[in-house]
Protein backbone atom coordinates (compact mmCIF):
# COMPACT_ATOMS: atom_id res chain seq x y z
CA UNK A 1 0.00 0.00 0.00
CA UNK A 2 1.12 3.79 -1.12
CA UNK A 3 -1.09 5.08 1.61
CA UNK A 4 -1.17 9.06 1.30
CA UNK A 5 0.38 10.47 -1.79
CA UNK A 6 1.00 13.91 -2.66
CA UNK A 7 2.46 16.16 -5.72
CA UNK A 8 3.58 18.09 -6.33
CA UNK A 9 6.51 17.89 -3.53
CA UNK A 10 7.28 21.73 -3.80
CA UNK A 11 5.92 24.50 -6.00
CA UNK A 12 6.50 28.32 -6.29
CA UNK A 13 3.92 30.10 -7.95
CA UNK A 14 3.49 33.96 -8.38
CA UNK A 15 0.70 35.66 -6.98
CA UNK A 16 -2.60 35.43 -8.93
CA UNK A 17 -2.19 32.07 -10.70
CA UNK A 18 -3.83 28.47 -9.86
CA UNK A 19 -3.04 25.34 -9.46
CA UNK A 20 -4.32 21.99 -8.06
CA UNK A 21 -2.55 19.79 -5.29
CA UNK A 22 -2.96 16.29 -5.64
CA UNK A 23 -3.90 13.81 -3.21
CA UNK A 24 -4.85 10.17 -3.52
CA UNK A 25 -4.91 7.38 -1.05
CA UNK A 26 -5.45 3.68 -1.68
CA UNK A 27 -6.87 2.71 1.86
CA UNK A 28 -10.89 3.09 0.96
CA UNK A 29 -11.22 6.01 3.49
CA UNK A 30 -14.29 7.62 3.35
CA UNK A 31 -12.73 10.49 5.33
CA UNK A 32 -9.90 12.95 3.74
CA UNK A 33 -8.78 16.48 5.09
CA UNK A 34 -6.64 19.12 4.07
CA UNK A 35 -4.51 21.30 6.55
CA UNK A 36 -2.59 23.85 5.89
CA UNK A 37 0.91 23.62 8.81
CA UNK A 38 2.49 27.50 9.84
CA UNK A 39 4.72 27.80 12.22
CA UNK A 40 3.49 27.76 15.89
CA UNK A 41 -0.01 27.42 14.71
CA UNK A 42 -0.14 23.95 14.59
CA UNK A 43 -2.37 22.40 11.45
CA UNK A 44 -5.48 24.38 10.36
CA UNK A 45 -8.21 22.33 8.68
CA UNK A 46 -8.84 23.96 5.28
CA UNK A 47 -11.72 21.88 3.67
CA UNK A 48 -12.50 17.81 4.66
CA UNK A 49 -14.84 15.43 3.14
CA UNK A 50 -16.79 12.49 4.62
CA UNK A 51 -17.28 10.66 1.37
CA UNK A 52 -16.91 10.83 -2.53
CA UNK A 53 -19.32 13.80 -3.64
CA UNK A 54 -19.41 15.49 -0.09
CA UNK A 55 -16.96 18.19 1.10
CA UNK A 56 -17.21 20.74 3.42
CA UNK A 57 -15.59 23.68 4.81
CA UNK A 58 -12.92 23.79 7.59
CA UNK A 59 -11.30 26.22 9.92
CA UNK A 60 -9.54 28.89 7.32
CA UNK A 61 -11.74 27.81 3.75
CA UNK A 62 -10.86 31.15 1.84
CA UNK A 63 -9.44 30.90 -1.73
CA UNK A 64 -9.38 27.26 -1.81
CA UNK A 65 -12.10 24.77 -3.29
CA UNK A 66 -11.99 20.94 -3.02
CA UNK A 67 -13.96 18.73 -4.44
CA UNK A 68 -14.43 14.79 -3.94
CA UNK A 69 -15.38 12.45 -7.04
CA UNK A 70 -14.24 9.20 -6.26
CA UNK A 71 -13.39 7.88 -2.78
CA UNK A 72 -9.53 7.61 -3.59
CA UNK A 73 -8.95 11.65 -4.65
CA UNK A 74 -9.25 14.39 -2.77
CA UNK A 75 -8.04 17.30 -4.82
CA UNK A 76 -7.45 21.01 -3.28
CA UNK A 77 -7.20 23.93 -5.46
CA UNK A 78 -5.93 27.55 -5.40
CA UNK A 79 -7.97 29.77 -7.16
CA UNK A 80 -6.00 32.86 -6.93
CA UNK A 81 -2.55 32.50 -4.75
CA UNK A 82 -1.46 35.21 -2.39
CA UNK A 83 1.72 35.17 0.00
CA UNK A 84 -0.50 34.39 2.68
CA UNK A 85 -1.30 30.55 1.03
CA UNK A 86 2.69 30.60 1.29
CA UNK A 87 3.00 27.29 3.77
CA UNK A 88 3.07 23.41 4.26
CA UNK A 89 -0.03 21.67 3.07
CA UNK A 90 -0.88 18.31 4.07
CA UNK A 91 -3.68 15.69 3.00
CA UNK A 92 -4.83 12.96 5.53
CA UNK A 93 -7.09 10.57 5.07
CA UNK A 94 -8.96 8.95 8.50
CA UNK A 95 -9.81 5.45 9.50
CA UNK A 96 -12.98 4.13 11.56
CA UNK A 97 -11.18 4.87 14.70
CA UNK A 98 -10.22 8.20 14.07
CA UNK A 99 -6.64 7.80 13.54
CA UNK A 100 -5.11 10.28 10.86
CA UNK A 101 -2.63 8.84 8.00
CA UNK A 102 -1.11 11.82 6.20
CA UNK A 103 0.44 12.35 3.43
CA UNK A 104 4.71 13.78 2.96
CA UNK A 105 3.06 17.24 1.97
CA UNK A 106 3.33 20.00 -0.71
CA UNK A 107 5.25 22.79 0.49
CA UNK A 108 4.35 26.32 -1.44
CA UNK A 109 6.16 29.29 -1.81
CA UNK A 110 3.80 31.96 -3.19
CA UNK A 111 5.88 35.63 -4.55
CA UNK B 1 -15.60 23.74 21.50
CA UNK B 2 -13.04 21.41 21.00
CA UNK B 3 -9.46 22.43 22.05
CA UNK B 4 -6.28 21.47 22.72
CA UNK B 5 -3.36 23.48 24.76
CA UNK B 6 0.35 22.16 24.43
CA UNK B 7 2.33 23.90 27.19
CA UNK B 8 5.66 24.79 25.65
CA UNK B 9 6.31 25.71 22.27
CA UNK B 10 10.04 24.45 22.40
CA UNK B 11 11.28 21.80 25.56
CA UNK B 12 15.08 20.81 25.51
CA UNK B 13 16.26 18.04 27.17
CA UNK B 14 19.52 15.83 27.52
CA UNK B 15 20.18 12.70 26.27
CA UNK B 16 19.23 10.00 28.82
CA UNK B 17 17.21 12.18 30.56
CA UNK B 18 13.09 12.02 31.23
CA UNK B 19 10.88 13.27 27.75
CA UNK B 20 7.59 14.98 28.95
CA UNK B 21 5.57 16.89 27.18
CA UNK B 22 2.27 18.67 28.31
CA UNK B 23 -1.10 17.84 26.20
CA UNK B 24 -4.28 19.43 28.01
CA UNK B 25 -7.50 18.98 25.93
CA UNK B 26 -11.40 19.97 26.03
CA UNK B 27 -14.23 17.84 24.61
CA UNK B 28 -17.67 18.02 24.62
CA UNK B 29 -17.59 14.16 23.30
CA UNK B 30 -15.90 10.84 24.83
CA UNK B 31 -12.10 12.17 24.17
CA UNK B 32 -10.03 9.97 21.06
CA UNK B 33 -6.43 11.84 21.65
CA UNK B 34 -3.40 11.12 19.76
CA UNK B 35 0.33 12.11 19.95
CA UNK B 36 1.54 12.42 16.46
CA UNK B 37 5.63 13.19 15.58
CA UNK B 38 6.85 15.17 12.53
CA UNK B 39 10.58 14.85 11.86
CA UNK B 40 12.50 17.38 9.72
CA UNK B 41 10.24 17.75 6.30
CA UNK B 42 7.99 15.05 6.66
CA UNK B 43 4.26 14.27 7.26
CA UNK B 44 3.31 13.52 10.54
CA UNK B 45 3.45 9.96 12.15
CA UNK B 46 1.08 8.55 14.50
CA UNK B 47 3.00 7.55 18.31
CA UNK B 48 0.27 6.41 19.87
CA UNK B 49 -3.33 7.25 20.46
CA UNK B 50 -6.12 6.86 23.34
CA UNK B 51 -9.58 5.27 22.13
CA UNK B 52 -11.34 4.54 25.55
CA UNK B 53 -9.60 1.38 26.68
CA UNK B 54 -6.34 1.41 28.65
CA UNK B 55 -5.53 4.68 30.12
CA UNK B 56 -2.05 4.22 29.59
CA UNK B 57 -0.83 3.97 26.38
CA UNK B 58 2.74 2.60 24.72
CA UNK B 59 3.44 4.15 21.30
CA UNK B 60 6.35 3.63 19.46
CA UNK B 61 10.29 4.14 20.04
CA UNK B 62 9.55 3.93 23.82
CA UNK B 63 7.09 6.83 24.42
CA UNK B 64 3.94 6.13 26.07
CA UNK B 65 0.75 8.67 27.69
CA UNK B 66 -1.57 8.34 30.15
CA UNK B 67 -5.06 9.34 29.74
CA UNK B 68 -6.27 11.56 33.03
CA UNK B 69 -10.04 12.55 33.10
CA UNK B 70 -10.01 14.40 36.13
CA UNK B 71 -6.95 16.50 34.74
CA UNK B 72 -8.50 15.98 31.03
CA UNK B 73 -4.44 15.68 30.32
CA UNK B 74 -2.83 13.58 28.27
CA UNK B 75 0.91 14.32 28.50
CA UNK B 76 3.24 12.15 26.71
CA UNK B 77 6.77 10.44 28.63
CA UNK B 78 9.73 8.94 27.41
CA UNK B 79 11.93 7.54 30.25
CA UNK B 80 15.31 8.29 28.81
CA UNK B 81 15.20 10.60 25.69
CA UNK B 82 17.37 9.49 22.18
CA UNK B 83 19.16 12.42 19.81
CA UNK B 84 16.51 10.56 16.86
CA UNK B 85 13.49 11.87 19.22
CA UNK B 86 14.32 15.34 18.30
CA UNK B 87 11.78 16.45 16.64
CA UNK B 88 7.75 18.12 16.61
CA UNK B 89 5.14 17.07 18.51
CA UNK B 90 1.56 17.25 18.24
CA UNK B 91 -1.09 16.05 20.47
CA UNK B 92 -5.02 15.80 18.87
CA UNK B 93 -8.67 15.52 20.21
CA UNK B 94 -11.52 14.38 18.14
CA UNK B 95 -13.61 16.94 17.67
CA UNK B 96 -17.69 17.13 16.20
CA UNK B 97 -18.28 14.56 13.54
CA UNK B 98 -14.61 13.11 12.50
CA UNK B 99 -12.58 16.45 12.96
CA UNK B 100 -9.61 16.05 14.86
CA UNK B 101 -8.27 19.27 16.17
CA UNK B 102 -4.74 19.72 16.80
CA UNK B 103 -2.56 21.71 19.25
CA UNK B 104 0.37 23.73 18.09
CA UNK B 105 3.32 21.08 18.82
CA UNK B 106 5.65 21.77 20.35
CA UNK B 107 9.64 21.38 19.74
CA UNK B 108 11.89 18.41 21.62
CA UNK B 109 15.68 19.35 21.39
CA UNK B 110 17.91 16.75 22.51
CA UNK B 111 21.32 17.70 23.83
CA UNK B 112 24.24 15.43 24.03
Known amino acids: NAGVTQTPKFQVLKTGQSMTLQCAQD?????MSWYRQDPGMGLRLIHY???????DQGEVPNGYNVSRSTTEDFPLRLLSAAPSQTSVYFC??????????FGPGTRLTVT | AQSVTQLGSHVSVSEGALVLLRCNYS??????LFWYVQYPNQGLQLLLK??????LVKGINGFEAEFKKSETSFHLTKPSAHMSDAAEYFC??????????FGAGTILRVKS
Open chain 1, 92 to 101: ASQDYSYEQY
Open chain 1, 27 to 31: MNHEY
Open chain 1, 49 to 55: SVGAGIT
Open chain 2, 27 to 32: SSVPPY
Open chain 2, 50 to 55: YTSAAT
Open chain 2, 92 to 101: AVRAGGNKLV
